[in-house]
């Protein structure tokens, strides 16, 4: 089994195709470049290297969020057309899952945060469990005290990853009760390898929908949504 995996859901452009055994190809980027100028050449680039044609994949796992609208955006669209002229299924990873799924052998708490803006971040709990990753609490975006609190109802050691924890970070070295560690640099940001090792265990699941289904996680409206009906409020 092939997996394509793309992740444009934040900062870092990611992608990469795995098989059951391998990572086989990964290209990932954190320069801040338009993720519509990097993703597709990206794509074009492990498909080069890797030596497996877009036709030999068996189906394509998608970053959907939450994270960025515009990333989720261009990676749904590129995740879409892909599938739609080639068939393939798409296996919608949850973005928290994927950056949770980083950090798998982390014996302890995960706790995902990516910078959601507005005082808030998107975030979850999950463990791993007999080699599955389960949640403990569903994705969200929340204030990071909340979380905080949340997690602290619990004994184990936490480990926090995601482009959050340097907003974060201070908050949660002077305000975290429970023992914890962030994540190394090289496992700290999301990766389509992780989304596609994720995606085909997910795909064994049956966990799939087609190209036409799919559609991006975004929990909460974005900012041209909010401010027009706001404005729509205050022409009333």
Do not use: W
């Not at 092939?2 to 980027?29: C, P, R």
């Not at 080699?131 to 609490?137: D, F, H, K, T």
């Not at 090289?186 to 190209?211: D, I, M, P, T």
């Amino acid at each position: 089994m092939k997996i394509l995996g793309i992740d444009s859901s934040g900062l870092v452009a990611s992608a990469a195709i795995a098989d059951e055994k391998n990572i086989i190809a990964e290209f990932t980027v954190n320069n801040r470049q338009t993720h519509s100028q990097t993703l597709l050449p990206m794509i074009e680039k492990v498909v080069d290297m890797s030596g497996i044609e877009l036709e030999q994949i068996d189906a394509i796992a998608i970053a959907a969020g939450p994270g960025s609208f515009t990333g989720l955006r261009i990676g749904s669209a590129t995740a879409k057309g892909i599938g739609l002229v080639l068939k393939k299924p798409i296996v919608s990873v949850p973005t928290l899952e994927g950056l949770a799924y980083r950090v798998s052998v982390f014996d302890g708490l995960i706790c995902p945060i990516m910078d959601a803006r507005r005082n808030q971040v998107y975030t979850g709990i999950y463990r791993m469990e007999d080699g599955n990753l389960i949640c403990l609490s569903e994705q969200k975006a929340v204030d990071i005290h909340e979380i905080m609190e949340e997690l602290e109802k619990y004994d184990d050691k936490v480990i926090f990853l995601g482009d959050g924890v340097e907003v974060q970070r201070e908050t949660i070295e002077k305000e975290f009760k429970n023992e914890y560690c962030f994540a190394p640099i090289h496992l700290s940001k999301q990766s389509a390898a992780a989304v596609a090792a994720l995606g085909e265990v997910y795909f064994e699941q049956r966990k799939v929908e087609s190209a036409a289904e799919h559609k991006p996680i975004y929990l909460r409206k974005s900012q041209a949504e909010r401010e027009r009906e706001e404005r729509l409020k205050n022409q009333e």
